[in-house]
């Protein structure tokens, strides 16, 4: 249904980029492959769930104007993932997963091959992306006509050296990657599929496969090596989940003056729970 065609990927940039400054989101690195897309951001103010909200359901929307696809469901229920990245080195090697994502699944050779939208190490802090409102389904004055997308450097990098420094050590990570993945695809025996082929394969296409099942889904990321951060990390994970859920159990039984942990995104949003303060 994301299939890489030029309709789809103006649609998919141009509404990234409006939703990214409706609520604020710094967008790193995009790439769209045909059934997925994978997102390296830095988002404000606990805002993920509604800028996600508004993407999904909007591109859901227009992929179904735009391939005629008005039965059933775009995402499959569930589906989301999103994963806190917790130290500058699990932001490297995301940067560096979403970027070569497109190889990894088999579609084209070199990251820069997939014509769908995909980013390039030096694009990051370079590149500015833009985009116009599609004639089909987004009508009102909600929409801008035009809106353009930076992708930025995240900011906790900047630890780690200048911007070419920065680029440098994403770059090394690519290629380690790159190789490994390249290594799976030989020794799973599969063939890729090429830029022409996936510009053009149908996008009423079911897979063939059986689903994987059973995967771990993380909600926390800390780097290769970093083990005392990722126990940290899963530590305060746990910690807050504890207590939203007393909080949760004493607000039930009518108590109102509780006070949820920082973090706290349903309840505060739907029911205006006091949520603590963050330190300054």
């Known amino acids: 249904m994301l299939r890489p065609d030029p309709t789809f990927n103006a649609m998919f940039t141009w509404l990234l980029a409006v939703c990214a400054k409706r609520f604020g989101v710094e ?118 006509m035009a809106e353009e997308l930076a992708l930025t450097l995240p900011a906790c990098l900047n630890a780690l050296g200048d911007e070419d420094a920065v680029r440098k050590l994403i770059a090394d990570e690519l290629e380690g990657q790159l190789a490994e993945a390249r290594a799976k695809i030989k020794a799973k025996g599969w063939g890729v599929l090429g830029k022409v082929k996936a510009r053009n394969v149908s ?40 207590r939203y859920r007393e909080a949760k159990q004493r607000w039930c039984a009518g108590d109102r003056t509780v006070v949820f942990p920082l973090g706290t995104y349903w309840m505060r949003v739907h029911h205006g729970v006091a949520v603590e303060a963050a330190e300054t």
């Not at 926390?220 to 990722?230: D, L, N």
């Open 27 to 144: 967008v790193h690195v995009a790439v769209c492959l045909s059934t997925h897309f994978h997102l390296v951001v830095t988002v404000p103010n606990a805002d993920v769930s509604a800028f996600m909200h508004l993407f999904d359901t909007q591109l859901a929307k227009g992929v179904q104007v735009l391939r005629r696809y008005v039965r059933g469901v775009v995402w499959a229920p569930g589906e989301l993932s999103i994963v806190e990245l917790e130290t500058p080195e699990a932001v490297v090697q995301q940067l560096a997963y979403a970027i070569a994502n497109p190889v990894a699944a088999g579609l084209v050779y070199q990251p820069s091959d997939w014509p769908g939208v995909a980013a390039k190490v030096e694009d990051l802090g370079r590149r500015v992306l833009s985009g116009t409102k599609p004639d089909f389904y987004f009508t009102g004055a909600r929409w801008a």
């Open 203 to 242: 996008p009423y296409k079911c897979a063939t496969g059986f689903e994987e099942l059973g995967k771990l889904r993380p909600h926390i990321a800390a780097g290769r090596g970093q083990v005392e951060a990722r126990i940290a990390a899963i530590a305060r994970l746990v910690d807050f989940r504890r």
